[in-house]
T-cell receptor, first 112, second 112 residues
Framework: GQQLNQSPQSMFIQEGEDVSMNCTSS?????WLWYKQDPGEGPVLLIA?????ELTSNGRLTAQFGITRKDSFLNISASIPSDVGIYFC????????????FGEGTQLTVNP | NAGVTQTPKFRILKIGQSMTLQCTQD?????MYWYRQDPGMGLKLIYY???????DKGEVPNGYNVSRSTTEDFPLRLELAAPSQTSVYFC???????????FGPGTRLLVL
């Protein structure tokens, strides 16, 4: 299947620090999605990106759709304890139709 | 709207038993999906459906079956449970392929 490489796998930061994570693929994507999963819950969409080069913000979160269409970045500014969770990138590779491929996730821990 | 609901929340099965995981959405979405999430991993697509009466295999369909007799319901059937099927199962739905997928709370399945 299609592979999404998400990094880093885990991050341990202090409250107030900024966070960056990214996803790369060998395939071209038409859409990039960033989800957050809290423990014991299903993933919840944070940001959706639909155009190469697009930069979109949602509060303290900012995501970008890479111009090559093979990568995406998520930044979280001034982290707070409730940012703890697993962040997943996802998208439908151009050849997959409606089928999403998910990255392996970035586990974020924020120390107060 | 209740969104995407899943039952049961948790189940223990013996090897060889069968069960059906229920998924219902009340958003009139055409697309519905079943994923499994193994510990520390991303989500893998099991089956998906683009509308009532239409289903297709995802990345890891072996050992599972689905049906889509109505727009609202998309049950997942395990016929002969195996320990390898121990996982958390998420159902999701979306209106179109470019729309975001909304996830249910998950069903935790343990096969012993």
């Amino acid at each position: 299947g299609q592979q999404l490489n998400q990094s880093p796998q885990s991050m341990f930061i202090q409250e107030g620090e900024d966070v960056s994570m990214n996803c790369t693929s060998s395939s071209i994507f038409n859409t990039w999605l960033w989800y957050k999963q809290d423990p014991g819950e299903g993933p919840v969409l944070l940001i959706a990106l639909y155009k190469a080069g697009e930069l979109t913000s949602n509060g303290r979160l900012t995501a970008q759709f890479g111009i090559t269409r093979k990568d995406s970045f998520l930044n979280i500014s001034a982290s707070i304890p409730s940012d703890v969770g697993i962040y997943f990138c996802a998208g439908p590779p151009i050849t997959s139709g409606s089928r999403l491929t998910f990255g392996e996730g970035t586990q974020l821990t924020v120390n107060p | 709207n209740a969104g995407v609901t899943q039952t049961p929340k948790f189940r223990i099965l013996k090897i060889g038993q069968s069960m059906t995981l229920q998924c219902t959405q009340d958003m009139n979405h055409n697309y519905m999906y079943w994923y499994r999430q193994d510990p520390g991993m991303g989500l893998k697509l099991i089956y998906y459906s683009v509308g009532a009466g239409i289903t297709d295999k995802g990345e890891v369909p072996n050992g599972y079956n689905v049906s889509r007799s109505t727009t609202e319901d998309f049950p997942l059937r395990l016929e002969l449970a195996a320990p390898s099927q121990t996982s958390v199962y998420f159902c999701a739905s979306s209106y179109t392929t470019r729309e975001t997928q909304y996830f249910g709370p998950g069903t935790r399945l343990l096969v012993l």
